[in-house]
């Protein structure tokens, strides 16, 4: 009787060891997370701030960090096997460092272009709880886009490599338009009142509801590669760009999709008051569990 009658695995002794291969690897880039992402914040002690200084911001950001790398190394790890475990420990380092440096990267443009007056490194080291669940949800919502691109993309290594770093500047360039529209909400909203004074000023709650946006958006796009199919050679040009219109639809429509959810799923509640004003983290938590709930129905009834 064959063993995969029964299992739906493989019976070859050479996938559990490229398995093992995997997992050694991967596992040894995430232990380094507590350096690659500590150091990043200032190049701090990540042990005084977590245990002497209880930063809980810093603990927040490195929670967001571990669980993005964790996410990232799923894609890297669901590729197809490589024909010699030299090779295959070889391709998924390579992955592996090609995804922290994308986080690393994705970081820099959250600071940079998305909240250009607004210091989050500092923040969080002075203890901000608001500017770390920012940084936390930036990445594992970068994570989530990086995931599908990983997914969807293949072919040779080099072309793979070309086309992964090229996905994840179209993606960065999505999510800073995701971020730009909330700062923009919260503005109309609340007067002309800038959303990084808020964050400075410790709104968690607001901090929150921003980051549920934007992993439930992550999530929805990521499912682009799931309509579309990858085409190699001349026609992954006309592939990237139908990726492109299907993960840009997308975003629309969990724009549109999440004021219709604030007015049906929270009638009858002020959330511009309770949240950005009165900082009622109840509203916030249900707000964002609403908007990364509905990335996941997207992505299920799209994948």
């Avoid at 695995?9 to 500590?38: K, M, N, T, W």
């Avoid at 390579?94 to 607004?118: A, E, H, N, Q």
């Avoid at 439930?216 to 590669?225: D, V």
């Amino acid at each position: 009787m064959n063993f995969e009658t029964f299992f739906a695995v493989s019976a070859d002794p050479y996938y559990y060891a490229a398995l093992v291969v995997d997992f050694v690897v991967l596992f040894a880039l995430l232990v380094l997370v507590r350096q690659i992402f500590g150091r990043g914040a200032g190049g701090i002690n990540t042990t005084h701030e977590l245990s002497e200084k209880d930063n809980y911001a810093f603990g927040i950001s490195l929670a967001g960090a571990t669980v993005a790398l964790s996410i990232v190394f799923a894609g890297v790890a669901a590729g197809d096997i490589a024909t010699s475990l030299m090779l295959e420990a070889a391709f998924v380092l390579g992955y592996g460092v090609l995804g922290i440096i994308f986080l690393i990267c994705t970081r820099l443009v959250f600071d940079k272009i998305s909240f250009p007056k607004t210091d989050l490194r500092k923040l969080i080291s002075e203890g901000n709880v608001a500017a770390g669940i920012l940084d936390a949800g930036n990445m594992i919502a970068s994570a989530t886009i990086i995931f599908g691109v990983f997914n969807w993309s293949n072919g040779d290594w080099l072309s793979a490599v070309i086309l992964v770093i090229g996905m994840f500047v179209i993606t960065q360039i999505l999510l800073v338009i995701a971020s730009r529209y909330r700062v923009g909400v919260f503005s109309s909203r609340n007067d002309g009142k800038a959303f990084c004074d808020a964050i400075r000023e410790g709104n968690s709650p607001l901090a929150i509801r921003f980051a549920g946006f934007q992993i439930g958006a992550a999530l929805a796009m990521s499912t682009a590669g799931m309509l579309v199919v990858f085409r190699e050679g001349t026609d992954t040009l006309m592939s990237v760009g139908a990726w492109i219109l299907v993960a840009a639809a997308l975003l629309v429509a969990v724009i549109i999709l999440t004021k219709l959810i604030e007015k049906v799923v929270l009638h009858g509640i002020p959330v511009a008051r309770e949240v950005d004003r009165e900082q009622n983290f109840g509203v916030a938590a249900v707000e964002a569990g609403t908007y990364i709930g509905l990335g996941l129905l997207l992505a299920s009834l799209l994948g």
